[in-house]
T-cell receptor
Framework: DAKTTQPPSMDCAEGRAANLPCNHS???????VYWYRQIHSQGPQYIIHGLKNNETNEMASLIITEDRKSSTLILPHATLRDTAVYYCIVRPVYTGNQFYFGTGTSLTVIP | GAVVSQHPSRVICKSGTSVKIECRSLDFQATTMFWYRQFPKKSLMLMATSNEGSKATYEQGVEKDKFLINHASLTLSTLTVTSAHPEDSSFYIC??????????FGPGTRLTVT
């Protein structure tokens, strides 16, 4: 079962930062936070993941609160191609590799 | 990065027939792979875990006799939808775990049952 809550939709102006929140208040100490996105009619694309420290890669930054009960995915300079559904997923480190998807946030980048 | 492929990308079949969907990990080995289905405007739902060398593990509510899974090798898993019905029409996606705890997803297969 998905253990995350995300707003169903968000808009962001092109060129601005997109900040996508995720609530995972029941996260356990051995669970990672993952972010994926899905562009229409394609398979999900990996973005980033973290355990408790903030993470950054070429696509995005992941900010995890100190109590780990929520996180924010930041796309620093949103483009039209970032329009997609963004999924926040928590998954245990050691018990299997299954991913259970929640409802995600549909991000629309506006020109 | 690691790539997962699926074949076919889209398929149309008649009610009552069976259709096979292949999932391949192209540059890495995967002892487990996962199958999802996705209805329009809905999220991905995990159907089953495909295990190389052993039986697949199905999620609650998924009929194992209808959705046959075979993990033939360390790079190939197949999903066969048997006796397909129009309500089986969906987007089927597979995934495989990568070396750094990430999951790589295939591009999906659009199944339409007429």
């Amino acid at each position: 079962d998905a253990k995350t809550t995300q707003p169903p939709s968000m808009d962001c102006a092109e060129g601005r930062a997109a900040n996508l929140p995720c609530n995972h208040s029941t996260i356990s100490g051995n669970e990672y936070v993952y972010w994926y996105r899905q562009i229409h009619s394609q398979g999900p694309q990996y973005i980033i993941h973290g355990l408790k420290n903030n993470e950054t890669n070429e696509m995005a930054s992941l900010i995890i609160t100190e109590d780990r009960k929520s996180s924010t995915l930041i796309l620093p300079h949103a483009t039209l191609r970032d329009t997609a559904v963004y999924y926040c997923i928590v998954r245990p480190v050691y018990t299997g590799n299954q991913f259970y998807f929640g409802t995600g946030t549909s991000l629309t980048v506006i020109p | 990065g690691a790539v997962v492929s699926q074949h076919p990308s889209r398929v149309i079949c008649k009610s009552g027939t069976s259709v096979k969907i292949e999932c391949r990990s192209l540059d890495f080995q995967a002892t487990t792979m996962f199958w999802y289905r996705q209805f329009p405007k809905k999220s991905l739902m995990l159907m089953a875990t495909s295990n190389e060398g052993s039986k697949a593990t199905y999620e609650q509510g998924v009929e194992k006799d209808k959705f046959l899974i075979n993990h033939a090798s360390l790079t190939l898993s197949t999903l066969t939808v048997t006796s397909a019905h129009p309500e089986d029409s969906s987007f089927y996606i597979c995934s495989a775990p990568g070396p750094n705890r990430e999951q790589y997803f295939g591009p999906g297969t659009r199944l339409t049952v007429t």
